[in-house]
């Protein structure tokens, strides 16, 4: 590779269902030079997240889309290589939303530090980042769980849904997961922990539902929608919480899909729905990432990453997590720490 230049992925066109390797561009840039009061950051972990799909749609939402030709967003840990502010050190670890490319300048504000006392470089987009404190917050402070309770959680084995289901297992839960390999299942039963986990492509989820909840479901953290939170709706405690945190079988739909379909079973059981953005906890992210970091430390709480090499590979391994093919957080590892 050309050490003089930046590589970057641009959005060459908006996806139309499934995202596919045509809707991307590899651009090749001379590196970007800060200005006064700037640094400029080489890339060395790019997290791919799954709603990185809903800005490349042209709809404005809790963020703006991204342009047609620019650098698909995305958070990045990396190292800074040149610094024109006192208030930064070449050398420095940061963490920041620098899009997909392997240098970038930032005036500072959009970056934060990163503690590599606190685990490995690439946690600071993961288990300690921004899917961790996802699951931290979303599971305790809207799904809050009393011990004892029965927890399900969709994409089990993902960034997310493997931290909820070992947080909730630590609240002292019985925690039902739903992933879609044998594979998966195996682990997050066998390495994780959970008590049961059931294979949606293989399994009648309902049924399977029916026979490990029996006193029914007291929280359901939804990070896939369609018609397994059907399913779990037919199968509700009472006072039971859906801690909406993503609907990941909706992102590719060109229409969206009907439904949920009986959301008058919420009535019935007197249940709580709620949507929610890991932003809306930022004044606490330090909060969950001591607490996560304290049960990796103690040996309660494992993590799996899923690495690509480079930033080329970035597109094909964003389409195949939108198919299941990741397991684990999903990571491009773009340079050497
Ligand atoms: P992830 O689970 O590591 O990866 C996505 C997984 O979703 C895939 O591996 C796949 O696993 C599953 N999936 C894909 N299509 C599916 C479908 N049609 N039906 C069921 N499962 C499907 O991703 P993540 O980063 O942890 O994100 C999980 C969810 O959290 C996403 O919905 C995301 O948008 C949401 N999220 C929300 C916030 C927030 O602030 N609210 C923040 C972060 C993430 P299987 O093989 O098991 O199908
Ligand atoms: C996500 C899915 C959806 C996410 C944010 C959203 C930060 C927000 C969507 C919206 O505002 O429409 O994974 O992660």
């Known amino acids: 590779m050309n050490q003089e230049s930046n590589r970057k992925v641009i959005l060459k066109s908006r996806p139309d269902g499934y995202p596919e390797l045509s809707n991307f561009g590899l651009v090749e840039e001379p590196i970007p030079q800060p200005k006064e009061g700037e640094v400029l950051i080489k890339a060395i972990w790019l997290s791919l997240d799954p709603y990185m799909r809903g800005r490349m ?84 402070d809207v799904g809050r769980p009393n011990p004892g309770d029965t927890v399900v959680v969709s994409a089990a084995s993902g960034a997310v849904g493997q931290v909820v289901g070992q947080i909730a297992r630590i609240m002292g839960c019985r925690v039902i997961g739903i992933a879609g390999t044998q594979e998966k ?11 049961v986990g059931i294979n949606y492509k293989t399994d009648d989820v ?19 929608g369609g018609d397994i939170t059907d399913a779990v709706m037919e199968n509700l405690a009472d006072f039971s919480r859906l801690v909406i945190c993503g609907q990941i079988s909706q992102y590719n739909l ?40 304290g049960w990796i430390r103690e040996g309660k709480l494992k993590y799996k990453e899923d690495v690509v090499d480079g930033i080329e590979n970035a597109p094909a391994a964003f389409i195949g997590m939108m198919r299941g093919e990741n397991f684990g957080k999903l990571l491009v590892k773009v340079s050497q720490e």
């Open 57 to 140: 749609r042209d709809v404005q939402s809790y963020a703006p889309p991204v342009q047609l030709g620019g650098v698909i967003v995305g958070g990045v840990v990396g190292r800074v290589v040149e610094a024109r502010t006192p208030a930064f050190a070449v050398g420095d670890l940061v963490v920041g939303p620098l899009g997909w490319q392997e240098y970038a300048t930032s005036d500072g504000r959009n970056l934060l530090p990163v503690d590599p006392a606190l685990g490995p470089l690439s946690t600071a987009v993961g288990i300690l980042g921004m899917p961790g404190m996802t699951a931290y917050f979303g599971l305790l």
């Open 185 to 195: 299942i195996d682990y997050i039963v066998k390495e994780l922990g959970f008590d």
């Open 206 to 224: 309902r049924a399977a539902l029916a026979s490990a909840c029996p006193l029914g479901i007291d929280v359901y953290f939804d990070n896939v």
């Open 254 to 293: 060109a229409e969206p899909a009907l439904g949920p379909r009986n959301v008058r079973l919420l009535t019935t059981h007197q249940a709580r729905m709620e949507g929610f953005l890991v932003f809306q906890f930022t004044a606490r992210h330090d909060e969950g990432r001591r607490r996560i970091a």
